[in-house]
């Protein structure tokens, strides 16, 4: 999220019932997002919260969780790299906030069975995935899906989207994901730092530190 945002996120979500937790790719704290594209959503890349901007956000009741240490695809790294991903993304959010529970966002929503084992065995307590729709009682809580809600939605895509947990977009992406070849998200649909994740019965709205990309949580 960009520095300025880190006031951003309170006012918008004070008054509505919605837990705000932040996803932060730790090796960049402060650092700019290396993934995106100049032709991207966001209209190329973004500043990342520093440790000054969590500590402020923890202060307004956000919470922090991981979008791993360098935000790699983690379906193709190796054993050792894929658990230093994980285990190190987490020391570094305890030393930042405190040890607690954490969640994992994976990047690019790349998760496979060997992924989510991993990230259970790391000790997160959930993963989210990128597959849109609502997560149910019977959703695994490693493949959660989410809904992306962006700062260019019209309020009639965004209610679209809090009613039905997709868009046609999603829809399309999906029934790609469906025909291609060993695609992993295909047998998972559910939500992220960007998905309607409903947990420990909150309603949670995520993000993965940038200023115009947020997640509603809603379960139904």
């Not at 996120?9 to 509505?16: K, R, V, Y």
């Not at 070849?181 to 309607?196: F, K, Y």
Request: charged share 15%; net charge positive; hydrophobic share 40%.
């Amino acid at each position: 999220m960009a520095t300025p945002g880190a006031g951003a996120c309170g006012p918008c979500t004070d008054g509505i019932g919605l837990a705000v937790r932040v996803f932060l790719v730790t090796d960049l704290l402060g650092g700019v997002d290396r993934w995106h594209r100049n032709d991207g959503v966001l209209g190329g890349r973004q500043q990342l919260l520093g440790p000054a901007d969590v500590a402020a956000m923890s202060q307004r009741g956000c919470s922090f969780h991981s979008h791993s240490c360098t935000h790699a695809s983690l379906t193709g790294l190796p054993d050792a790299a894929l658990a230093r991903e994980l285990s190190d993304s987490m020391a570094a959010l305890a030393s930042l906030v405190g040890p607690r529970d954490f969640y994992l966002a994976y990047p690019y929503g790349h998760v496979d069975a060997r992924v989510s084992a991993a990230a259970r065995a790391a000790g997160y307590k959930a993963g989210f995935s990128v597959l849109p729709g609502f997560n149910r009682p019977d959703v695994d809580p490693f493949r959660l899906r989410r809904i992306d809600v962006f700062g260019t939605d019209t309020p009639r895509e965004l209610l679209r989207k809090i009613r039905y947990g997709t868009t046609m977009a999603a829809a399309a992406t999906l029934a790609l994901l469906a025909r291609a070849p060993g695609g992993s998200h295909a047998a998972n649909i559910h939500v992220t730092a960007q998905s309607p994740g409903h947990i420990g019965g909150w309603r949670t709205l995520a993000c993965c530190g940038l200023p115009c990309l947020s997640h509603v949580g809603r379960r139904r």
